[in-house]
């Protein structure tokens, strides 16, 4: 039946029809329900499968039983479809009866089924058809003949008693069947001319049956009441359509070249080659075409689904564009959401500063406008009040729609201006966004309206969360600078308490040698501690300074001598010598401000004893005191809280700063108190190492 040079192009056919008809048989008996048009469809499937397996048997070798298999199947689907057209004109608005009388019906169906059986039995090699000779072969052309054109008459009378407002649900089907029976009159048309099947239709059929079955496929997706459950993506629609459409471009530039080849005499081969490259290259233009797909979006939206979009990858889509940590802003990121939803070029963002004015805040595929709008303004008012998407173009052919809004002059300016879409959040306007036109005409129905608004909230919500964060940010940053404030007044009450002891002291020891001495070393000490204050609060950190191995008891020591020099007595105990690591002025002044909470809380008379001490691995400073202690609640809710102290003129920062200083060093701060019988805080540091070096002891300076 076929040569050698055609039988590879006829395998790779039948082949994809095989498969593709195989598949789409398997997946509708997997969702099948019970009924009989979903038992229709299943079998008219199943039947094309049936039938291109029959001609990959004839294309290996044609017998008897390979030209039976393949007429039984290819006769089989075509009545099968005739019974599920049947089954849906019974269910259109067509009536009961499609206005046939029963008994007409009854003749037509005895008619239909007769044909497609003197099909079968006129097949050109079985048995019958060979006895009748020539005769047979042009009445069984003839009836195959028929089948379509009764085919486009089942479909046209369905189409046309179809109530409008279904026919979207069927068109892919009539596409699909209609392109099946058109390509068949086409086949035996010819056929019926030369009184044969021209091979080149006969294998360019299963190819042709093949490609319709994405219609079919969506057709079923669209009627639920076929009750086959299926669904369709439509990123799989619109790619299929998209390697189609390119297919079939293909294809035709392919058969353009061949004709210029057969044609062109000596350089018909040079022309075609020049032609399919010119081919190739418009499909790369076109496949990276942004109008290109915006188009074939709106195509597949319109012809293959009942709704526009699929919410759920629109959602995906959109929740990716603006939580994606890409080089652009969130508020360029706003745009190109909010621009992709109605396939948009670009557009700006105007957000709402802190003085109350929208200003411009971002753009994308537009210029940086400079415009501002007072928050007063119409278009705010107007977008506040209504949350409303508002059409330029509609707005200046009828502003009866927008009663109350004037446009601003910038706005009416502004080159290729196309909507404008609110960004609330809450019951505030954070700001709007003016998209520029679309690639291709989008009509702004309720649909597309509802989605800009419902993604404009998000955007908007993304933006505010954005905004309440740079805020916190910017507050915690205050907040450090403002405890890192507190300390630095804590040490400069210090230093003032010092200077203001020195100072009194003076009238009585001011020709005391060995007095001027220590003045000029406690001033140069105060000189020194301030300018690393100066320091730390020009830099919002405490100055760099690496700790060394401290004598713990010679620390003691030397702050509790300066304490008693003030006429408090502190009576010091030091086990054996005790050394750790830390920063020296530090851990000094973690001291003496231990001790002289402890004196401040002791009666004139009473003394405070501190004692440096090992325990186990730890160093240990404690300073005990004869006051009147503090209750149980007090120390442990309140104590070593910033600003939280006893004394009336204190500040409640010395206990919180050691105690935040003496963990960094890896140690802890223990306190053991109680009202009406004193208080005992224990330093508890990490012990230095037994060889480390000890750096000696410097004077304060």
């Known amino acids: 039946m076929i040569g050698n040079s055609f039988t590879t192009a006829a395998y790779v056919s039948y082949a994809l029809a095989l498969v593709g008809y195989g598949l789409f048989a398997l997946r509708v008996l997997l969702g099948w329900r019970r009924s009989a048009r979903a038992a229709l469809l299943a079998g008219a499937v199943a039947a094309s499968a049936l039938w291109a397996a029959g001609a990959l048997l004839t294309v290996e070798g044609p017998t008897g039983a390979s030209l039976l298999l393949m007429d039984f199947g290819d006769l089989a689907r075509y009545g099968l479809w005739f019974a599920f057209l049947g089954s849906l004109l019974r269910g259109s608005n067509a009536g009961a009866g499609a206005g046939i009388a029963p008994r007409s019906r009854g003749l037509l169906r005895a008619s239909v089924a007769a044909a497609l059986v003197a099909c079968l039995l006129l097949t050109e090699g079985l048995p019958f058809g060979a006895q009748l000779g020539v005769a047979g072969a042009e009445l069984a052309l003839a009836l195959h003949l028929g089948l379509p054109i009764f085919g486009l008459v089942l479909l046209e009378h369905l189409m046309r008693r179809t109530h409008e407002q279904m026919r979207w649900s069927l068109r892919p089907m009539a596409i699909a069947l209609g392109g099946i029976f058109v390509f068949d009159l086409c086949m035996y048309s010819y056929a019926m001319l030369f009184n044969r099947v021209d091979l080149d239709f006969w294998i360019a059929r299963g190819v042709v049956h093949a490609l319709v079955i994405p219609f079919l496929v969506v057709a079923t997706a669209r009627n639920t009441g076929w009750t086959v459950e299926m669904h369709v993506s439509r990123g799989a629609v619109f790619h299929s359509t998209a390697l189609l459409a390119s297919g079939a471009f293909l294809l035709a530039v392919a058969a353009a070249g061949y004709l210029v080849r057969y044609v062109g005499g000596e350089w018909g081969r040079t022309v075609q080659i020049e032609l399919l490259f010119a081919a190739l290259l418009c499909v790369a233009v076109v496949a990276t075409s942004g109008r290109f797909r915006s188009k074939l979006r709106v195509f597949v939206s319109k012809h293959f689904f009942s709704y526009r979009y699929d919410y759920r990858e629109e959602w995906l889509r959109l929740t990716r564009t603006l939580s994606h940590d890409e080089v652009q802003s969130l508020r360029e990121r706003s745009i190109m959401a909010l621009a992709n939803l109605v396939e948009s070029a670009g557009g700006a963002i105007w957000i709402k500063d802190d003085d109350g004015t929208f200003a411009a805040a971002g753009r994308y595929n537009v210029a940086q406008p400079v415009v501002r709008e007072p928050a007063e303004g119409s278009l705010p008012r107007f977008l506040a009040r209504t949350g409303w998407v508002v059409e330029l173009a509609e707005f200046a052919a009828d502003r009866s729609r927008y009663a109350g809004l004037e446009l601003p002059a910038w706005l009416r300016d502004m080159p290729n201006a196309w909507l404008v879409a609110p960004l609330p959040s809450g019951t505030e306007l954070v700001g709007f966004v003016v998209l520029t036109s679309p690639r291709v005409p989008v009509v702004l129905n309720w649909e597309v309206l509802d989605i800009i ?249």
């Open 453 to 701: 608004k419902t993604a404009s909230r998000q955007a908007a919500s993304y933006i505010a969360h954005a905004r309440a964060t740079e805020a916190l940010l910017e507050t915690r940053k205050f907040d450090a600078f403002n405890r890192m404030s507190a300390f630095v007044v804590h040490d400069l009450k210090n230093l003032i308490s010092q200077l203001s002891l020195m100072i009194r002291n003076a009238e009585r020891h001011r020709d005391n040698p060995e007095f001027q001495r220590d003045m000029l070393d406690t001033v140069r000490h105060v000189v020194e501690r301030m300018n690393g204050l100066m320091l730390q609060l020009r830099t919002g950190a405490a100055p760099v300074a690496r700790p060394h191995v401290l004598d713990l008891g010679r620390l003691v020591q030397r702050v509790c001598a300066a304490k008693s020099e003030a006429g408090r007595a502190v009576d010091v105990a030091v086990d054996a010598p005790v050394a750790s690591i830390a920063h020296e002025d530090r851990l000094d002044h973690v001291i003496a401000h231990l001790v002289q909470n402890a004196l401040d809380a002791s009666p004139a008379d009473a003394r405070v004893r501190v004692q440096v001490l090992r325990d186990g691995g730890n160093a240990v400073i404690e300073v005990a005191d004869q006051g009147s202690g503090m209750s149980e609640e007090y120390v442990r809710d309140r104590l070593g809280r910033p600003f939280e102290t006893t004394k009336s003129a204190g500040m409640g920062i010395g206990v919180y700063e050691s105690t935040q200083y003496v963990a960094s060093l890896g140690g802890r701060v223990i306190v053991d108190s109680g009202e009406g019988r004193g208080t005992r805080v224990s330093v508890v540091l990490p012990l230095a190492a037994p060889d480390a070096q000890v750096t000696p002891h410097t004077e304060p300076a």
